[in-house]
């Protein structure tokens, strides 16, 4: 599976973004689906994932509440919508596949990765 992530922007805080990852290939159903993002010199770090069967969900404590993640099999994308942002949410946001029978939240757990794509929330 090869992944392409898009709808990244400059807003203000408070503001909305969607960002779409769109998969190719056809064993995405098969895929756990996961978000991340990287700060300027800081390691990049988990935001949510969405399991590949159940559709259960995880997110970070820091957009529990403000970001959903959701997927679309059919399609081969996976969505993250993010509400309420903030300052601190600027980051390059990257989706990323992982095996089902990983269970990890690390970067090191997921297999494919997308480009990224910038988001950045001005004050």
């Known amino acids: 599976v090869q992944l392409q992530a898009s709808g990244g922007g400059l807003v203000q805080a408070g503001d909305s973004l969607r960002l779409s990852c769109t998969a190719s290939?056809?064993?995405?159903?098969?895929?756990?689906m996961g978000w991340f993002r990287q700060a300027p010199g800081r390691e990049r770090e988990f935001v949510s994932a969405?399991?590949?069967?159940?559709?259960?969900?995880e997110y970070a404590d820091s957009v529990k509440g403000r970001f959903t993640i959701s997927r679309d099999n059919a399609k081969n994308t996976v969505a993250l919508q993010m509400n309420s942002l903030k300052p601190e949410d600027t980051a390059v946001y990257y989706c990323a596949a992982r095996r089902p029978w990983r269970t990890g939240l690390s970067t090191t757990d997921y297999d494919v990765w997308g480009q990224g794509t910038q988001v950045t929330v001005s004050s």
């Open positions: 290939g056809r064993t995405f159903s098969s895929y756990d």
């Open positions: 969405i399991h590949s069967l159940s559709a259960r969900t």
